[in-house]
């Protein structure tokens, strides 16, 4: 039984918060880092490369699990993809925050204090498993 619940978990899509204050409070609940992605995700080419080839690896998903809490600080450009009002204005004051030079992607780790701890611009320059193993030690690095 507890196999069975163990690959169920596994098989769960990864949470996506789009909420920062949200993500601020879980991650101080649960011990974990917060990894913030600024993305294009209907028109940024290396951001949907990005999605693909790390965020959805196997890799990435089982430790973000255990270590992150997400946040999708997405722009999208075309108009059956637009956010609401609300969350256009909580995206861009997450930028006017993390993101000034306007980067994409741009992903961040950052503590529950919402400090950054370590920055990407563009697609991470690592291969996806050791880009996943530097995350995890900068992870476990923060573990009180």
Known sequence: MKTLLILFIALLPLQWETDFDTALKTAREKNKLI????????WCAPCIQTKREYFESESFIKMA???LVLVNVDF??????????????????????YNKEGNFPYTLLLDANG??????????????EEWVGEVKKICASYKK
């Open 35 to 42: 990894l913030l992605s600024f993305s294009g995700s209907d």
């Open 65 to 67: 699990k255990e270590n």
């Open 76 to 97: 999208p450009r075309r108009k059956k993809n637009q956010l609401s009002a609300e969350q256009t204005r909580k995206n861009e004051a997450l930028a006017e925050k």
């Open 115 to 128: 400090k950054v701890i370590k920055s990407w611009k563009g697609k991470p320059d690592a291969p996806v």
